[in-house]
């Protein structure tokens, strides 16, 4: 987070507007981890932001927000499985960092009882398991309910799809469960059986899966249990929720009572009787770690005593008699063959560093990102050097330093290409207009013609979160390409038609046979048609990820809309192109990102070929949700009962968007006192004016 201001530096001002930030950018990811199991940062820099925010609400406490990541743990349930109100909530777990961490924690569970009750207090360690949550409720030992943590207050009712776990019993046997047990832990997939998995994905030719976390959740939340039952998810108990009775006093206790019940327990969980003994703990689970088979991302330690944690109770999140301690990023050191530069789809250009081959955590790396020239600059990495490269979690693995002490003689700084590597075209370093700085990235400017950037469009198009078809993934669609039988999207779904003309048939490739074919083919076909955001999200357009694209799916409502729309706003004079930034969530770079899509003729060309072959299907908005679900609302003005946030938080959880400034397009205008200009335009517009109160009474919460 270089650039960053420190916490002890910030004005209350900008720790405000960096709280916002925050709670955006924590919610984002939390989307990202928990509904779509698709993170995009790494744990490590995620706890920073959540430390940042931490730390930011400890110097203004007047200033948490209402909407604040603190108090919220994951995201809410995705909606496809019915609801499931956890009656015990599941909640999350502080953090340590290091022994102090720890420490610290130790000193806070002995400082909250009186002198000398607690002095021995005890607590357990155990393994921090890298897999999803789960809550298993058994009734007069019958399995009768199996939910997703969810938010931590509502999950997902996933029952048809735990039973098709092996180590979940189904029934437990033993006369000393009690009538009501709900069983806590982690469901997780081992190494072997995710890598087993992948190579099944890329003999089919699908996109294989990032990392055993994301794709133990996929499994667990697939529609089709039948599904779930190929992936061989296994389970470990750690805690419970709601219990008639408990079998034992202790935290050790119940896990043990656990054991006996039949369900798997962690062998390596241990007694501690302080600070000195959770370390040695740690250390030996952090040597054991790379053997176990499975991710494990830290240690937790549990105050052993259950009537100790009772009244220790909970902040916000997280129980006060819990910590997890987690491990640092794993490290090896290597030399550093060669910088190579990848092309990305939108032209980005990235420094890759080429590896001896050596293990870290457990797996070969061979490819590290450098991120980009001035990071190389930064660290002066240089082509014959020995590095120090890092992988934390499930992320592609970094360059973090160099041993400059082993630098061989003749080494050279490296030095950017001018050129793009994949098409000869320059290589330019933009000026973002928002920031007058250059980019971070280098950018092939040869748009069209780059043919590195054509494939990793392609392939883009295929992916999982864009068309998805089964048998084409990025290594077909690759091939296809340098063979000439696919360019651009719409020849996918011209492919059958070329099949019989052609004297090179797919069937009598090597790797592809009469049945191959025959499914990809029917898998084309089922992708005639498509949900629109899907649709705009597979286009490619730069920085149009799903998120967005929904957005505009929701806004616009049809692609034609939507087209019509964006070549009206190429004149940013233009209603249409005040409309598309009052959009909340689509700011300048993004929108004229998008304008700059739909104005490129050979954009165009693209997308008309396309559409003789798909049909995106209109977004239709569920209108039944709400009085306000797809509605646009400006607030203005002060409001009683609801600070700006509140308002703008409420409004969305009712389905509306909110806008900052009045146009046609706006359904309501919510005007508290001293409302000004926006309320004068409403009234000129003719736009709905509501006061507070019957804003509240519209959404129900009058
Ligand atoms: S105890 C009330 N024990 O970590 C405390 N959690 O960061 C409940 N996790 O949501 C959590 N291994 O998904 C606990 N041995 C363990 C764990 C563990 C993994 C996960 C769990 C939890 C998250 C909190």
């Given at each position: 987070m270089s650039g960053t201001i420190a916490v002890e530096d910030l004005s209350e001002e900008q720790a405000v507007s960096e709280l916002e930030r925050l709670a955006r950018e924590i919610a984002h990811h939390d989307k990202l981890y928990y509904a779509s199991d698709a993170p995009e940062i790494t744990d490590a820099d995620y706890d920073v932001l959540r430390q940042r925010n931490d730390a930011i609400e400890a110097r203004f406490p007047d200033r948490v927000r209402p909407d604040s990541p603190s108090g919220r743990v994951g995201a809410a349930p995705s909606g496809q499985f019915a609801k499931v109100i956890h009656a015990v909530p599941m909640l999350s777990l502080g953090n340590a960092f290091s022994a102090e961490d720890v420490q610290d924690f130790v000193e806070r569970v002995r400082r909250f009882?009186?002198?000398?009750?607690?002095?021995?207090?005890c607590f357990i360690a155990e393994p921090k398991i890298d897999g999803l949550s789960i809550s298993l409720r058994y009734e007069k030992g019958a399995l009768v309910l199996g939910a997703t943590r969810g938010d931590g207050a509502t999950g997902e009712n996933v029952t048809a799809n735990i039973r098709?776990?092996?180590?979940?019993?189904?029934?437990?046997?033993?006369?000393?469960?009690?009538?009501v047990f709900e069983v806590r832990g982690e469901i997780f997939m081992t190494h072997a059986e995710f890598a087993k998995l992948n190579e099944a994905q890329e003999a089919a030719g699908k996109q294989t899966y990032v990392n055993p976390r994301n794709t133990a959740a996929g499994s667990l939340r697939q529609l089709d249990a039948s599904i779930t039952a190929t992936r061989k998810l296994q389970f470990f108990a750690y805690a419970w929720g709601e219990v008639s009775a408990l079998p034992a006093e202790t935290q050790m206790g119940v896990i043990e009572a656990m054991g006996v019940w039949g369900f798997p327990i962690n062998p390596l969980t241990r007694i501690c009787t302080g600070v000195e003994e959770m370390l040695a703990a740690h250390s030996e689970i952090e040597a054991a770690r790379a053997s176990l088979g499975y991710d494990i991302d830290g240690v937790v330690y549990k105050v052993d005593r259950l009537d100790l944690q009772e009244r220790l109770g909970f902040v916000s999140r997280a129980p006060r008699w819990a910590i997890a301690h987690k491990f640092p990023a794993e490290k090896a050191t290597t030399i550093l063959k060669d910088i190579e530069i990848q092309v990305g789809r939108t032209g980005s250009l990235t420094p890759v560093a080429k590896l001896e081959p050596v293990t870290v955590g457990g797996v070969v790396v061979q490819n590290a990102t450098l991120h980009n020239e001035d990071e190389i600059a930064r660290k002066d990495v240089r082509i014959g050097d020995t590095v120090i490269v890092q992988r934390a979690g499930d992320v592609i693995p970094q360059?973090?330093?160099?041993?400059l002490e082993k630098r061989p003689e003749n080494t050279k700084p490296f030095e950017a290409p001018s050129q793009c590597p994949a098409c000869g075209s320059h290589a330019v370093r933009e000026l973002n207009p928002k920031t007058g700085k250059e980019d971070a990235a280098r950018r092939c400017t040869g748009g069209l013609i780059c043919p590195a950037q054509a494939v990793e469009r392609l392939k883009h198009f295929v992916s999982r979160n864009a068309y998805?078809?089964?048998?084409?993934?990025a290594k077909q669609v690759e091939a296809f390409y340098l063979e000439g039988r696919v360019m651009r999207p719409a020849d996918i779904f011209t492919l059958e038609a070329r099949n019989v003309r052609t004297d090179k048939p797919l069937q009598e490739k090597e790797g592809w046979g009469e049945q191959s074919v025959t499914n990809l083919f029917a898998a084309i076909n089922v992708r005639r048609t498509i949900s629109l955001d899907r649709f705009i999200y597979a286009l490619g357009i730069r920085h149009v990820g799903e998120t967005t694209a929904r957005l505009l799916a929701k806004s616009y409502g049809t692609i034609e809309i939507l087209r019509t729309a964006m070549a009206a706003a190429g004149?940013?004079?233009?209603s249409d192109y005040v409309e598309l930034n009052n959009i909340?969530?689509?700011?300048l770079v993004v929108a004229d990102a998008i304008v700059e899509f739909f104005a490129e003729a050979h954009n165009t060309e693209v997308l008309d070929a396309l559409l003789e072959q798909v049909t995106p299907e209109p977004f239709v908005l569920d209108e039944a949700e709400s009085p306000v679900t797809g509605k646009t609302v400006v607030f203005t003005g002060t409001m009683e009962r609801l600070s700006r946030t509140e308002a703008k938080v409420m409004a969305e959880r009712y389905g509306a968007k909110v806008a900052g400034s009045v146009s046609a397009r706006t359904d309501y205008v919510v005007a508290g006192e001293a409302a000004g200009s926006k309320l004068k335009k409403a009234e000129a517009l003719g736009v709905n004016v509501l006061t507070e109160d019957e804003w509240l009474a519209l959404v129900g919460e009058g």
């Open positions: 009882f009186k002198q000398g009750e607690a002095n021995e207090a098709t776990i092996k180590d979940i019993p189904q029934s437990l046997k033993d006369s000393s469960v009690p009538d360059v973090v330093s160099v041993v998805d078809i089964e048998g084409l993934g004149d940013h004079e233009s909340d969530g689509i700011g």
